[in-house]
């Protein structure tokens, strides 16, 4: 907010008017602020490879399963609903709350967990190849205890979700709005991968953004009351759509 005051001073011979102007930073404002360090993260230009990835959809859209602005848009809903996003989200609010009590024991359970639950070979380099790449860019800008506890996960195998909601809560950003964020930054990455496979274009792929910002408020809401007895799915086709891109012949992208 800014407040402007002014004072006049008289003498014998001149009036002098000063005009001061003072800035205040509001609480929002500095929310705002602290929240940059998240936007970069979950920016495609963040180094991670998220453009490499399409999580089964590349064979989806061979398939036929995909073929246009509506079907994509429901085959994103029901990830939302059964697939991997939801489990994400889940591992995601369990990882961001051990974390912020120190409990690393738990949040190395928690990467584990989430490692072992990926569907199929890509889907595991999917999570895992994005995990230890955001893990070494955190580092070297935004280093922090939880991202060298990880970067020690045996193999290497550090879970995309856990890294995230580990440097988040590290650097003291909400969990509601980092949750958010994430799986916005999922869903939208998909929706760029179809763009780049041709089933839509770049304005039905805002819409269909648009239409599921609802879907993906709904799911940070129970992500963080389901707890880890919540994880769980049923996106066959999708999970079957990332084992057929294994040996698919043409292919742009790593999942």
């Known amino acids: 907010m800014i407040m402007m005051t002014t004072t006049a001073i008289t003498t014998?011979?001149?009036?002098t008017i000063i005009t001061t102007t003072t800035i205040m930073v509001t609480a929002a404002g500095a929310d705002g602020?602290?929240?940059?360090?998240?936007?970069i993260w979950l920016s495609p230009t963040f180094p991670v490879g998220a453009f490499a990835y399409s999580h089964g959809l590349e064979w989806a859209v061979e398939a036929g399963d995909i073929v246009d602005a509506s079907s994509l848009k429901d085959w994103l809903v029901d990830?939302?609903?059964f697939g991997t996003p939801r489990?994400?989200?889940?591992?995601?609010?369990?990882?961001f709350r051990a974390v912020d009590a120190g409990d690393w024991p738990q949040l190395m359970e928690i990467n584990a967990l989430a490692v072992a639950l990926t569907a199929s070979a890509e889907r595991r380099l999917e999570?895992?190849?994005q995990g230890a790449a955001f893990v070494a860019a955190a580092r070297a800008a935004w280093d922090c205890e939880p991202l060298r506890r990880l970067e020690a996960a045996p193999e290497g195998s550090v879970a995309y979700p856990a890294a995230v909601a580990a440097a988040a809560s590290a650097h003291a950003l909400p969990l509601d709005m980092s949750l958010k964020a994430f799986i916005l930054a999922?869903?939208?990455?998909l929706v760029s991968a179809a763009l780049r496979l041709g089933p839509i274009g770049q304005t039905d792929g805002q819409k269909i953004l648009a239409a599921l910002q609802p879907r993906i408020e709904d799911l940070a809401r129970e992500a963080q009351t389901a707890g880890l007895a919540g994880l769980g799915g049923?996106?066959?086709r999708s999970d079957i759509a990332a084992m057929r891109h294994e040996t698919q012949y043409s292919r742009l992208f790593r999942s």
């Open 234 to 236: 049923c996106a066959f």
């Open 12 to 15: 014998p011979t001149t009036i």
């Open 87 to 95: 489990s994400d989200a889940i591992l995601f609010a369990a990882a």
């Open 127 to 129: 999570t895992t190849a």
């Open 33 to 39: 602020g602290a929240a940059l360090p998240l936007l």
């Open 186 to 189: 999922q869903v939208a990455n």
């Open 79 to 81: 990830l939302l609903a």
